[in-house]
């Protein structure tokens, strides 16, 4: 069974950077055709994708982010982690680590998520 598992702080100044680690347990960050995700839900709206990296380690970015999203991974601790620059109070959200499955185009495990809060 792979479980996913999002750690960071809860709480980030305004114009900081946000960094939370996802690690992965039952399975390998690296294997074919799955796609390590971030999504984010901020408070009364739906999921915003945020980026993935690819079992090969490339990566993508939504375009309305892109200028300061950096997803990265530690192949030795089976972990991937996202961090979002100049955050801005707009940045508060529940953030969800997910796995994608390339071929499908459907997320088959998803993280419990984690409450992030910008403050001014």
């Known amino acids: 069974q792979v479980q996913l598992q999002e750690s960071g702080p809860g709480l980030v100044k305004a114009s900081q950077t946000l960094s939370l680690t996802c690690a992965v347990s039952?399975?390998?960050?690296?294997?074919?055709?799955?796609?390590l995700s971030w999504i984010r839900q901020p408070p009364g709206k739906g999921l915003e994708w945020v980026g993935y990296?690819?079992?090969?380690?490339?990566?993508y970015y939504s375009p309305s982010l892109k200028s300061r999203t950096s997803i990265s991974r530690d192949t030795s601790k089976n972990q991937f982690t996202l961090q979002l620059s100049s955050v801005t109070p707009e940045d508060t959200a529940v953030y969800f680590c997910?796995?994608?499955?390339?071929?499908?185009?459907?997320?088959?495990?998803w993280g419990q998520g984690t409450q992030v809060t910008v403050s001014s």
């Open positions: 990296i690819t079992y090969s380690g490339s990566t």
């Open positions: 997910a796995r994608l499955l390339g071929a499908a185009a459907y997320y088959d495990y």
């Open positions: 039952g399975g390998s960050i690296t294997t074919n055709y799955y796609y």
